[in-house]
Each structure stands twice: as structure tokens, then as C-alpha cells.
């Protein structure tokens, strides 16, 4: 155990003040809310946090069961240490990692999100001051992107997804574990950001954290108002895609490589009127059986790779003619150091002959 681990302060009471607040944070949603704290366990996804700029207030930890993180420790988080009996007190899972931490929200807006949109523009480029630090960090992580699509033989920088945003959203859906599992896909395919609108569970459910995997802390996301949702979407101009079986078209047919938000409604009830007008198109996934819907996080995961599957074939499309140009080029190149050679090894033939 390092010497930081050694100074925690130790709690050996299961009333112990601080035990009761993170078992309050995990239960109440309201108090969450209030205290802009929350509960998150286990390494992944305190590791997730951390490395995403959330900041630890506090940090709870059971020697009987781990001595090392993989992540780093603020100076200024405050340590405890729990035997295993008060630690149980804590624990979300039945089978912990024994660490949890208490974290402070983070509460992003629609214009937060602006800057990440559109980072390659000239007018993302001039944006007033007070956003700097947010645009070199949002081409960061639009950047990022080009990491995560390969193919045989390199990997496909796809550079018009910097300048075609992706947005999932999810209408009054309410399971945690379907908004953390469709937050797992917004990390997966690089999406630009998710929204939550009418939501109605909080966004640091320690159902929805845990679904998630750390996509909570991954990911750029607000909770808004569909119409502030509507609204902002086309002051950016992005295409709204609804999911929707009614007077829909099948989802394979749209050209989802322009900037687009798919948009899912709760499995009880769709996607709402104000999605359905405001849409651009109205896509659906075709049903062969005698059941007429599928899981909410399923659907989205279907939808937001069928936008990647376009994306990367349409970089592959621009990047070819750059491959063989380059390969022209390699290859006149190769040619030409073998002439030099050849040059070479004659010129030195002839010294030899004249000697």
C-alpha cells in the first residue's frame, strides 16, 4: 500500500457520517440533485471518471480486498478506509471491487455542445473567449475518432467526421441500464454527444453508471427539454432522424453521413409528436416477426452503426485515390534509388577497369 493509501482516515462505525452520506447519494436522486455529488464503484469506473476530468471528493476503499489503484489520487480527495463489514454498507454490487468513490456532477448544456459540432469551421475557430480550452479539448477528442477505425492494411483517418456530428438521442426513456447500455454504444462509434431529453431517471443513477461501464463519464451528455433539444439541433443544422414505425422508411435507405441526430423514444410509449414533425426523415427497422418493437438500446445500437458502417465507407471512398497516388509515388521513388545503384555500382566497375 503507497503512503498516501497509509494516511486515509480510517471508519470502523457502520453510523459513521460519511457512510451514511454515500449510502444516501446512491438511494436519493433528489439528493443527489441537491448536493451535485454522486456514488460511483468499482475501478473501471472511478478510472473512467478521472480520466474523463470529473473530480473525487471522496474516496472509499477496503484494504481487506484491494492495496493499489491503477488511477491517479487527487491531494485534495479526502481517504477512508473501511474493514470489510462497514465497507458492505457501501457496496452497490454483490461482488465489489472494494473501492467506491463520491463524485462531483458535472452538468453540461446544449451550448456547451456547440463547439464540439463544427471544430474544423472557421467560426468554431473564432469563438469567443472563455472557450478556448474547450475547442482544443473537443478537436481532441474528435481527433481521437481516427484511432478507432482500421482495416487490413491502416487505419482509415476519417476526417469528415469532424465536421459531421453524430448525436444520439434518447426521448423519456426510463430503464438506467437501457440509457447506460445506449451510452456504451454512443462511446463505441465516436458519437459526438448524447441527449437526454424529458428524462426521467437522473443522469447518476448507480443503475445507469454501473450499465454504462464508464460511458456516463466518457461521454459528452445533456438532459434538456425536446423542444430546447429541437431547437438547437436545427440552429446547427443537423438532420433529426426520428425511429418510428409509422410513415417511416427503412433506416438502410438515409444518408446518415451528413450531421444528423438519431432520435429513440421509450419502448412504452415511441418517439413524441414534437420529434415526429421536427424530423427530417423518419426511419424504422424492419420487423420480420410477429413482435413490433425492439429494446430501446438495441435499436440505437443498430442505428449508430449503420451511420458508422456509411461514415467509414465514404473515408475509404475519398482515402483510395490518396492510396494509389501514394503507392505511384513509393514506387517511382523505389525506382529511382535502384537507377542510383545501378549508377553506383557501374561507376565503381569503371574506377576498378581504369586502375
Given amino acids: 500500500m503507497n503512503a498516501l493509501l497509509q494516511n486515509a482516515t480510517p471508519i470502523t462505525s457502520l453510523q459513521n457520517p460519511k457512510v451514511k452520506e454515500a449510502v444516501l447519494l446512491q438511494e436519493k436522486a433528489r439528493e443527489r440533485e441537491k448536493r451535485s455529488l454522486f456514488v460511483a464503484e468499482g475501478v473501471r469506473e472511478i478510472t473512467a471518471a478521472i480520466t474523463s476530468g470529473f473530480e473525487v471528493e471522496s474516496l472509499f476503499f477496503c484494504p481487506d480486498i484491494i492495496t493499489d489503484f491503477p488511477f491517479p489520487i487527487d491531494s485534495r480527495t479526502r481517504l477512508f478506509s473501511l474493514p470489510s463489514n462497514v465497507y458492505a454498507k457501501?457496496?452497490?454490487?454483490?461482488?465489489?471491487?472494494?473501492?467506491?468513490?463520491?463524485?462531483?456532477?458535472?452538468?453540461?448544456?446544449?451550448?456547451?455542445?456547440?463547439?464540439?459540432?463544427?471544430?474544423?469551421?472557421?467560426?468554431?475557430?473564432?469563438?469567443?473567449?472563455?472557450?478556448?480550452?474547450?475547442?482544443?479539448?473537443?478537436?481532441?477528442?474528435?481527433?481521437?475518432?481516427?484511432?478507432?477505425?482500421?482495416?487490413?492494411?491502416?487505419?482509415?483517418?476519417?476526417?469528415?467526421?469532424?465536421?459531421?456530428?453524430?448525436?444520439?438521442?434518447?426521448?423519456?426513456?426510463?430503464?438506467?441500464?437501457?440509457?447506460?447500455?445506449?451510452?456504451?454504444?454512443?462511446?463505441?462509434?465516436?458519437?459526438t454527444a448524447v441527449l437526454f431529453c424529458n428524462p426521467k431517471t437522473d443522469l447518476y443513477n448507480p443503475n445507469l453508471i454501473r450499465a454504462s461501464l464508464g460511458g456516463v463519464f466518457t461521454q459528452k451528455i445533456v438532459c434538456c427539454k425536446t423542444?430546447?433539444?429541437?431547437?438547437?439541433?436545427?440552429?446547427?443544422?443537423?438532420?433529426?432522424?426520428?425511429?418510428?414505425?409509422?410513415?417511416?422508411?427503412?433506416?438502410?435507405?438515409?444518408?446518415?453521413?451528413?450531421?444528423?441526430?438519431?432520435?429513440?423514444?421509450?419502448?412504452?410509449?415511441?418517439?413524441?409528436?414534437?420529434?415526429?414533425?421536427?424530423?427530417?426523415?423518419?426511419?424504422?427497422?424492419?420487423?420480420?416477426?410477429?413482435?413490433?418493437?425492439?429494446?430501446?438500446?438495441?435499436?440505437?445500437?443498430?442505428?449508430?452503426?449503420?451511420?458508422l458502417r456509411q461514415r467509414v465507407a465514404k473515408a475509404q471512398k475519398v482515402a483510395q485515390p490518396q492510396k494509389v497516388a501514394q503507392a505511384q509515388k513509393n514506387q517511382k521513388a523505389q525506382k529511382i534509388q535502384e537507377v542510383q545503384k545501378i549508377q553506383e555500382v557501374q561507376k565503381l566497375q569503371k574506377i576498378q577497369k581504369s586502375k
Avoid at 111 to 119: A, K, V
Avoid at 175 to 182: D, E, F, R, T, V
Fill in 227 to 307: 423542444e430546447d433539444a429541437i431547437k438547437w439541433l436545427k440552429a446547427n443544422k443537423i438532420k433529426i432522424y426520428s425511429a418510428q414505425l409509422q410513415d417511416s422508411v427503412p433506416y438502410y435507405g438515409t444518408d446518415m453521413t451528413l450531421p444528423c441526430a438519431i432520435a429513440l423514444g421509450s419502448e412504452a410509449d415511441g418517439i413524441s409528436t414534437e420529434f415526429r414533425i421536427a424530423s427530417d426523415k423518419k426511419i424504422m427497422i424492419p420487423m420480420l416477426g410477429k413482435l413490433d418493437s425492439l429494446n430501446v438500446s438495441v435499436s440505437a445500437s443498430i442505428l449508430c452503426y449503420e451511420a
Fill in 90 to 191: 457501501i457496496a452497490y454490487r454483490s461482488t465489489t471491487e472494494g473501492v467506491t468513490a463520491i463524485v462531483k456532477s458535472k452538468h453540461l448544456t446544449l451550448e456547451d455542445l456547440t463547439p464540439l459540432l463544427y471544430p474544423n469551421s472557421a467560426s468554431n475557430n473564432n469563438a469567443t473567449t472563455g472557450r478556448a480550452s474547450s475547442n482544443s479539448k473537443s478537436t481532441a477528442d474528435r481527433t481521437s475518432y481516427n484511432k478507432k477505425i482500421s482495416t487490413e492494411n491502416s487505419t482509415i483517418v476519417a476526417s469528415q467526421k469532424c465536421n459531421n456530428p453524430l448525436i444520439i438521442i434518447a426521448e423519456a426513456v426510463e430503464k438506467p441500464g437501457n440509457l447506460g447500455a445506449i451510452l456504451r454504444t454512443a462511446d463505441a462509434v465516436g458519437a
